[in-house]
């Protein structure tokens, strides 16, 4: 059954500066929403809320099944990803970067050899599978950190600026992605972003932080 997200009444604050007051947002479809609001407005902090790494001061983050509403545990946060603007890269191989999540939930090595060829060639990597991840290029390095979270197939996934420092065949290439990641795993994609012209054509869902609270307006209906 499909998740739900519901950010009820939500406060946090920061050395008693508000970031969100009163804010409440409901994800109930699949699709991108794509989260915009200047420099320090609270989108990362949002993000990292909405997957449990950080605790709101006040208010409900719940996700539902249905009418249920699920237990934070392991569980819930395995259908749960959220990539950081700085991917994390292991000293590694750009394939063992990429297997290390099936690693450690346990899967076969085939299944893994499998799943990270498949997304490794989704993102458009797979001839540099045998490189040194720290060697590839700002670009390249967030490709891979989505092709590292398409291959534990969220329900819903978090992208902290998936494009910031990107140069614009590569946002072109990332949006590409985002459109395509859409359609294949129907998850509730977020996004925080300050790229327009990436909200317009990756984004279902346009929502602003605005006075600590999150509004929400339709991108086609709207002149950003
Ligand atoms: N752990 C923390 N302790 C103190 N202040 C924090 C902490 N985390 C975030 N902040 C502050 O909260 C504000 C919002 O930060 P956040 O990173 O969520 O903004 P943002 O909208 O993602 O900004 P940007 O567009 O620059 O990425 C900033 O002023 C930041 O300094
Ligand atoms: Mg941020």
Redesign the pocket.
């Known amino acids: 059954m499909e998740l739900k997200l519901i950010v009820k009444n939500l406060y946090k604050y ?2 008693e ?1 508000p ?1 969100f007051e009163n804010c409440s947002y409901t994800f109930d479809r699949s699709g991108v929403y794509v989260l915009m ?10 993000l990292r809320m909405c997957a449990f790494l950080e605790n709101p001061d006040r208010g409900e983050i719940n996700y539902f099944e249905g009418n249920k509403v699920l237990p934070k545990d392991i569980n819930l946060m395995r259908r749960i990803t959220l990539l950081l603007p700085e991917v994390g890269v292991f000293n590694t191989t750009v394939f063992k970067n990429v297997a290390y999540g099936l690693k450690i939930r346990g899967f076969k090595n085939n299944k893994i050899k499998e799943k990270v060829e498949e997304a490794l060639q989704f993102v458009g990597l797979s001839h540099k599978k045998e490189q040194n991840a720290l060697t590839l290029s700002t670009g390249e390095t967030k490709r891979m950190g989505i092709a590292r979270a398409l291959v534990l197939e969220p329900e819903v996934l978090f992208l902290d ?1 998936p494009t910031a420092s990107v140069d614009w065949k590569n946002t072109e290439i990332i949006e590409n992605i985002i459109i395509q990641l859409k359609q294949r795993l129907n998850s509730i994609i977020v996004i ?1 972003t ?1 790229d327009k012209e990436s909200a317009r054509r990756a984004g279902d869902f346009l929502l602003y ?1 605005k006075d600590g609270r999150i509004d929400t307006k339709h991108p086609e209906k709207q002149i950003l």
């Open positions: 920061y050395n500066k970031l609001g200047p420099n320090g407005s609270g989108k990362s902090t949002f600026e925080a300050h932080i």
